[in-house]
């Protein structure tokens, strides 16, 4: 399977943005979808999944009430609406697909998000 992301981009607090996430290849329409991200100097971490069915999501504290993860499993596409950004949301942002929302074994390129104050 391989893993698109884009709408990355540079912003100011407050703004938002979607990040899309397309898959090809063999994908796994009863895979988990999510959304990590990693900031320069920091480890990655995890910041929002949704299970096959959409049925389950988890979201990082920091994010809730800001961000929401979606998934068209049509059109095999996972999104991450990010509204009110911060500085702090500053990352590259990932995407992976995996078994269970705790569970991802594969990994798309990143798209970098910059929040500026």
């Known amino acids: 399977v391989q893993l698109q992301a884009s709408g990355g981009g540079s912003v100011q607090a407050g703004d938002s943005l979607r990040l899309s996430c397309a898959a090809s290849?063999?994908?796994?329409?009863?895979?988990?979808r999510a959304w990590f991200r990693q900031a320069p100097g920091k480890e990655r971490e995890r910041v929002a999944a949704?299970?096959?069915?959409?049925?389950?999501?988890y979201y990082k504290d920091s994010v809730k009430g800001r961000f929401t993860i979606s998934r068209d499993t049509a059109k095999n596409t996972v999104y991450l609406q990010m509204n009110s950004l911060k500085p702090e949301d500053t990352a590259v942002y990932y995407c992976?697909?995996?078994?269970?929302?705790?569970?991802?074994?594969?990994w798309g390129q990143g798209t970098l998000v910059t929040v500026s104050s």
């Open positions: 949704v299970s096959w069915s959409g049925g389950s999501t």
């Open positions: 992976a697909t995996g078994p269970s929302i705790d569970t991802m074994m594969n």
């Open positions: 290849g063999r994908t796994f329409s009863d895979y988990a």
